[in-house]
């Protein structure tokens, strides 16, 4: 395999890190892979200055565009970044505000866009296009914006257009819909019982509405849908990610997967095994999240073996890696704030009163 394209195979992959500066392992791994980017977590954060170097050191990891740098800041009980950054209501509260709901959820996402691109994250895994159509559900519950499709489809729509219009990358999860399961994928695998004319019917219709709005991203949901497909989860199934989400949905912008260490995949397969039948079923990007430098280096080995072997066909590499290519162009190419202009600015960003006003608006429906 020519260096390069061993390189590239770098892109396949978000991983984390375990602390809160960029450690050796994971630069020596940047050096013999372009990577595509880190995920934030809690570990990872002290403070907002912290964060904004922290982000241009990640941003470094990738050698021909900037890596990506991301985190899951939806507001509510999935919040990374915590004070001075805003609290964020759940999103169920947008979809409970009536008439206001969507200038609502428009004033909600930009304010959410200018605190995290004033900081250097440059994706964010938001909006949560599930529908809470199961009041047991254990993962998604008030993440949802609605108990309708119609009304989680038009509220994902306006999330997604303001959060882009701002320079920051949205992605819609978690396909095929996790709205209606029992069991949290974090733990057990969650199975979805409903024929593919119900899932068309209602949990695609907020995909539709983000495809058609030009969502950077699509996250795959870790369930196992039978009437799909029987034995493997959505994420590792072609029959989702390529028949329905590439081929019949139309999709052209970036599948990743979620978390491959979660129990739902790696209770059955070892991570460097499930990234390679993720990229080989149609997503072009897969998390693995844990922080295990050494974890990340063998899942991109892996991943070379089954470009090198042909078990990834060389056309499916390259649409990946163009597709890839093609967000970072879209997204991180041209001129933008570096992290000492963001230091001197964040202060005055960070839950600001106009911020906070919308907040509060947003909690009087809770």
Known sequence: MPLATRRDIGQYLIGSMPGTSVPAELRSLAREFDLGGVIMFSRNIEAPEQVAELAAESEALGRTAPAWVSVDQEGGRVARLKEPFTRWPPMATLGRAGKQSEALAERFAKALAEELTAVGITLDYAPVLDIHTNPKNPVIGDRALAERAEDVAKLGRVIIRALQGAGLAACGKHFPGHGDTSTDSHFELPLVEHAPDRLRAIEFEPFRAAIAQQVAFIMTAHVLVPALDEHRPASLAPNVVQRL?????????????????????????AV??????????????????????????????????????????APRHDDAFARLKRAKQRFLIGDRPGPRARIKTLRGILGREEHQLVAAEMAAYL
């Open 272 to 313: 460097p095994d499930a990234a390679v039948d993720a990229i080989r079923a149609g997503c072009d990007a897969v998390l693995v999240c844990s922080g295990d430098i050494d974890l990340q280096g063998r899942t991109l080995e892996a991943l070379v073996r089954a470009v090198e072997s042909g078990e990834i066909p």
């Open 245 to 269: 989400l590439r081929d019949e949905l139309k999709y052209d912008g970036v599948i990743l997967s979620d978390d491959l260490e979660m129990k739902a995949i790696s209770a059955k397969y």
